[in-house]
Nanobody, 125 residues
């Protein structure tokens, strides 16, 4: 069973930065693809970024390109989401998710097998 644990959420003013971390209990083929999703009030869960851990290939939603960076540590045990130039529209609960591969629509929440509990990010104007 793969367990994911997010940390690093908080409150920041517009233009500020936050870094989120996702610790994965296992580096296994079941969780080679790790993604960050967010869910804003009354909206569907939205794929923000993903990384294919073996090769470090990354994927981004258009809305965050150039502002967010997904990365992993050298042990491939932790995946990070560095969020810069935050906007009030980035306010959401952020979730870490994992599946075996990032191909076939990495941003579809229904394709992921494992989920963390989420961490809140609030950006004030």
């Amino acid at each position: 069973q793969v367990r994911l644990l997010e940390s690093g959420g908080g409150s920041v003013q517009a233009g500020g930065s936050l870094s989120l971390s996702c610790g994965a209990s296992m580096y296994t083929g079941k969780a080679f693809c790790v993604a960050w999703f967010r869910q804003r009030s009354l909206k569907e869960r939205e794929g923000v970024a993903a990384i294919w851990r073996p090769g470090g290939v990354t994927y981004y939603a258009e809305s965050v390109k150039g502002r967010f960076t997904i990365s992993q540590d050298t042990a491939k045990a932790t995946v990070f989401l560095q969020m810069n130039n935050l906007e009030p529209e980035d306010t959401a609960m952020y979730y870490c998710a994992a599946r075996s591969s990032c191909v076939d629509n990495w941003s579809a929440a229904s394709n992921y097998d494992y989920w963390g509990q989420g961490t809140q990010v609030t950006v004030s104007a």
